[in-house]
């Protein structure tokens, strides 16, 4: 157990809807990561935050939106879905956002669009 | 950005034979990390290892960070080996960046 949750397991959906994915990190974490892993482009960072803070982005779409709240954790929100955001949406935890700090991956979250 | 390499790209071995999976990458890191991920799609952390060398049980991993390379030692393999092994790296001030894997399969 990487103590980092992710709800829910499983998302079925149709393209354009919204739907929001919850992380909570490890309990002393500060940062929170995002990632995509999709058949064709593999496992793609999309964004961090540190202590509410957005500190990197990536290849994040400009559909998708991220925030991290006061205690921490952290929603993943995808808007106007289409078939292609169909993946499993990874979130990670560190304890910081400095160097020399593994992350810690929850189970994912599965999002099918129909 | 930084570039990621795993070799082989698949693999497929009996039960107890040994194996090594290679990760090449392209610009200095301060961040390098093996994971598993098994077949319910779960990332599994195994190894946090920037340089040096570590163990943890059948496995055990070598980063040697000036030649940019890293080795993943899997002894007397088991069918629960079986999966996705990625390595991932992050350079300085860089994103957190992943190989493509490499495919093992373990067969009884």
């Known amino acids: 157990d990487s103590g980092v949750t992710q709800t829910p397991k499983h998302l079925i959906t149709a393209t354009g809807q919204r739907v929001t994915l919850r992380c909570s990190p490890r309990s002393g974490d500060l940062s929170v990561y995002w990632y995509q892993q999709s058949l064709d482009q593999g496992l793609q960072f999309l964004i961090q935050y540190y202590n509410g803070e957005e500190r990197a982005k990536g290849n994040i779409l400009e559909r998708f939106s991220a925030q991290q709240f006061p205690d921490l954790h952290s929603e993943l929100n995808l808007s106007s879905l289409e078939l292609g955001d169909s993946a499993l949406y990874f979130c990670?935890?560190?304890?910081?956002?400095?160097?020399?700090?593994?992350?810690?991956f929850g189970d994912g979250t599965r999002l099918s669009i129909l | 950005g930084i570039q990621v390499e795993q070799s082989p790209p698949d693999l497929i071995l009996q039960e107890g034979a040994n194996s090594t999976l290679r990760c090449n990458f392209s610009?200095?890191?301060?961040?390098l990390q093996w994971f598993h991920q098994n077949p319910w799609g779960q990332l599994i952390n195994l190894f946090y290892?920037?340089?040096g060398t570590k163990q943890n049980g059948r496995l055990s991993a070598t980063t040697v960070a000036t030649e940019r390379y890293s080795l993943l030692y899997i002894s007397s393999s088991q069918t629960t080996d079986s999966g996705v092994y990625f390595c991932?790296?992050?350079?300085?001030?860089?994103?957190?960046?992943f190989g493509p894997g490499t495919r093992l399969s373990v067969l009884p």
């Open positions: 290892i920037p340089s």
């Open positions: 991932a790296v992050d350079s300085y001030g860089q994103n957190f960046v």
């Open positions: 990670a935890s560190s304890a910081d956002t400095v160097i020399n700090q593994p992350q810690h």
């Open positions: 610009d200095s890191v301060n961040n």
